[in-house]
């Protein structure tokens, strides 16, 4: 899928979203690339959001994390020559050491708080931070006076 937001129709008649198409386009392109490797999940807690990236194998120093622009990527470059190169045969090779770059569009309410990674488990905590404007509010019932009471 891929979004056009030069065509001169659009950008005329809509003003004030130039930054919302951009992050529209940014979207489709990252979803044309990404792969389902690594396998993760996506777990929400209230506001709390948590990606668990499947990593086995991998260590802190294989791993990149980087946001920019509102897109979170993950990167392994792959493996290393010398472990390639290693003088042990591998005689079956079910644990995957294949390079990968898994991204994810985040809106501009959301935060990074930081990652762990605990037993090939990458985890990175979000959080959707809710403007007090947004927030619901109680609204107060006023009821007019009655004419010609006292």
Do not use: C, W
């Not at 979004?3 to 005329?12: A, G, M, S, W, Y």
């Not at 959001?49 to 990167?75: M, Q």
């Not at 392994?76 to 050491?97: C, F, R």
């Not at 809710?130 to 009471?149: C, M, N, V």
Request: proline residues 5%.
């Amino acid at each position: 899928m891929v979004l056009n937001f030069t065509d001169p129709f659009l950008t005329t008649r809509v003003l004030g979203f130039e930054s919302l198409f951009d992050r529209l386009q940014r979207f489709s392109e990252t979803t044309e690339r990404s792969s389902s490797y690594p396998p993760y999940n996506i777990r929400r807690d209230q506001n709390q959001i948590y990606i668990d990236v499947a990593v086995a194998g991998l260590s802190r120093e294989d791993l990149n994390i980087e946001l920019a622009e509102g897109v979170l990527t993950i990167e392994h470059k792959g493996p290393k020559a010398e472990l390639l190169n290693d003088s042990n045969e591998v005689v079956y090779q079910g644990i995957a050491q294949r390079a990968f770059k898994q991204q994810f569009s985040l809106a501009e309410n959301v935060e990074v708080h930081g990652a762990d990674l605990v037993n090939g488990m990458l985890t990175i905590a979000l959080e959707k931070i809710i403007p007090d404007a947004q927030k619901p509010r109680s609204i107060d019932i006023k009821t007019p006076k009655i004419l010609g009471s006292k």
